[in-house]
């Protein structure tokens, strides 16, 4: 997509989505998912931005010579998937506090990934307030190859 | 062991290449009128940039501590405290903090944790990050 065209679209995107606050969250409630398919292409485009050339993630040979069935998913692009799947709930006046993951299993290219969450926690300390949620990639079959969890502070109504 | 720091300015194409590897839209990463206006005001790095600075020196620096064929990201934890923005200078410091080794099929493996942290030009704690990672 030319830049332009790319701009517009989250422009257009984010236009839409109305802000969260923290009165509008329920312990146990769902993130909207967040579906991924990771190309080759995005693993060269990440590689780049990131600096990560582990051959792991473009060259089949030297993967299987690794013990892997072929070239993977470099595993904080997955982290990243699910930091936007937190960026894209909590609206522009929340913070993402924390973000762990654990990459549990492989992802390859072309297959497609899901990224979810659930609402675990919610409270106020020191005026701040806190949602924790707990945070999974799945591929395909439905296995969770990713799993973790966010904290986040979003803004009140009071 | 802790190696020593490195600082990197953010510049606006580094963070362009980031949101655009993630496929991600937010106007807040790329577009300046938009993050301008809003409750930002300016440009600003999606949390997970914290993983690109310095990760490229951080992966041969791994690779040279043994000669391992290949590295695996385990896992990753990110603290963030404050917003990343453009023109920032952001210092990193990475040190390894746990370190095991066990046989495994593919020969000798390692189980390595490192801890690294992130100021900015004011000396602000902007974040921090622990990364497991398995070097075999």
């Known amino acids: 997509m030319p830049p332009d065209g790319y701009r517009l679209l989250g422009r257009r995107l984010f236009e839409m989505t109305e802000q969260l606050y923290y009165e509008d969250v329920t312990t146990g409630s769902e993130i909207a998912p967040l579906v991924k398919q990771p190309t080759t292409r995005q693993l060269v485009m990440w590689a780049g931005a990131v600096g990560d050339y582990l051959p792991i993630h473009y060259d089949k040979d030297f993967a299987q010579s690794r013990g892997l069935p072929g070239v993977i998913v470099h595993g904080q692009l997955i982290g990243a998937f699910l930091g936007q799947l937190m960026t894209d709930w909590i609206g522009e006046l929340g913070s993402l506090r924390k973000l762990s993951c654990s990459y549990k299993g492989m992802n390859y290219p072309g297959e497609a990934l899901t990224c979810k969450g659930k609402v675990t926690k919610k409270y106020v300390e020191n005026e701040r307030h806190y949602v924790e949620c707990s945070l999974w990639a799945e591929n395909s079959k439905g296995e969770k190859t990713a799993s973790g969890m966010a904290i986040v502070i979003l803004p009140s109504r009071s | ?45 999606p949390p997970t940039f914290i993983l690109a600075i310095g990760f490229e020196q951080f992966v041969e620096e791994v690779l040279a501590l043994a000669s391992f064929g290949t590295v695996l990201m385990g896992g990753t934890e990110l603290e963030c405290y404050q917003h ?21 099929k593919m020969g000798k493996m390692a189980f390595m944790t490192f801890d690294s942290s992130y100021k900015n030009q004011r000396q602000e704690l902007v974040a921090k990050c622990r990364q497991m990672v398995i070097g075999y």
């Not at chain 2, 580094?14 to 938009?34: C, H, K, S, T, V």
């Not at chain 2, 990343?84 to 495994?104: E, H, M, P, W, Y």
Request: a neutral charge; one cysteine or more; proline letters at 5%.
């Open chain 2, 1 to 45: 062991m802790e190696w020593e720091p490195r600082a990197y300015q953010i510049e606006r194409e580094m963070i362009r290449r980031f949101a655009r590897a993630i496929g991600d839209p937010n106007p807040l990463w790329q577009d300046e009128e938009y993050a301008g206006a809003s409750h930002c005001g300016g440009i600003i790095a």
């Open chain 2, 84 to 104: 990343i923005r453009l023109g920032d200078l952001i210092t990193v410091i990475f040190k390894i903090s746990n370190l095991r080794q066990r046989q495994g």
